[in-house]
T-cell receptor, first 113, second 114 residues
Framework: GEDVEQSLFLSVREGDSSVINCTYT??????LYWYKQEPGAGLQLLTY?????DMKQDQRLTVLLNKKDKHLSLRIADTQTGDSAIYFC?????????????FGAGTRLAVHP | DVKVTQSSRYLVKRTGEKVFLECVQD?????MFWYRQDPGLGLRLIYF???????EKGDIPEGYSVSREKKERFSLILESASTNQTSMYLC?????????????FGEGSWLTVV
């Protein structure tokens, strides 16, 4: 079945780069997403990558996709305290349709001075 | 801006009560979803709807039902609340069709069942 896995915690120093990793099982996934959830809030779409791409950059965010290993990563350059949040990786399974997403458990990013 | 509004942010209900969670979106989206979020488990899909009066079960539909009488409104119903339904509930919507359309989330409803 479909599954998305990510580590639960990451702690980084302010100004350093953060790399959040994710693995997924459905090799036919068409889109892979990164969502951010700040405390007490809903999920905000950060970025997404189409499965025929291997990299996407958007300001401080870089998404890398390794289809062979089914590995997705999100790199945040110059991490700030405002980046502290839970980051969810999600895929659209090939059997889904209707935009259903399969989410990972979320990685809690803590940024310290 | 797309807005998905969940009417109740925090609720406390007693075991056995009937609970309604309401969600409204203002972008004329065809698809609407209800997820529940639990620590360490991420988001799990309860039900989704791709059109008025249409619904499909997600991964964890047991103990829940839904209603979509109007396109903009999608309600989640707990017929008889139980303590294991204490959770954060997230509503979402997207344009119709298959994958690739951005899914927009509401702010979430924290439900505590005592």
């Amino acid at each position: 079945g479909e599954d998305v896995e990510q580590s639960l915690f990451l702690s980084v120093r302010e100004g350093d780069s953060s790399v959040i990793n994710c693995t997924y099982t459905d090799s036919s996934s068409t889109y892979l997403y990164w969502y951010k959830q700040e405390p007490g809030a809903g999920l905000q779409l950060l970025t997404y990558i189409f499965s025929n791409m291997d990299m996407k950059q958007d300001q401080r965010l870089t998404v890398l996709l390794n289809k062979k290993d089914k590995h997705l990563s999100l790199r945040i350059a110059d991490t700030q305290t405002g980046d502290s949040a839970i980051y969810f990786c999600a895929e659209t399974p090939s059997s889904g349709g209707y935009n259903k997403l399969i989410f990972g458990a979320g990685t809690r990013l803590a940024v310290h001075p | 801006d797309v807005k998905v509004t969940q009417s109740s942010r925090y609720l406390v209900k007693r075991t056995g009560e009937k609970v309604f969670l309401e969600c409204v979106q203002d972008m004329d989206h065809e698809n609407m979803f209800w997820y529940r979020q639990d620590p360490g488990l991420g988001l799990r899909l309860i039900y989704f709807s791709y059109d008025v009066k249409m619904k499909e079960k997600g991964d964890i539909p047991e103990g829940y039902s839904v209603s979509r009488e109007k396109k903009e409104r999608f309600s989640l119903i707990l017929e008889s609340a139980s303590t294991n339904q204490t959770s954060m509930y997230l509503c979402a919507s997207s344009e119709g069709g298959s994958s690739g359309n951005t899914i927009y989330f509401g702010e979430g409803s924290w439900l505590t069942v005592v």
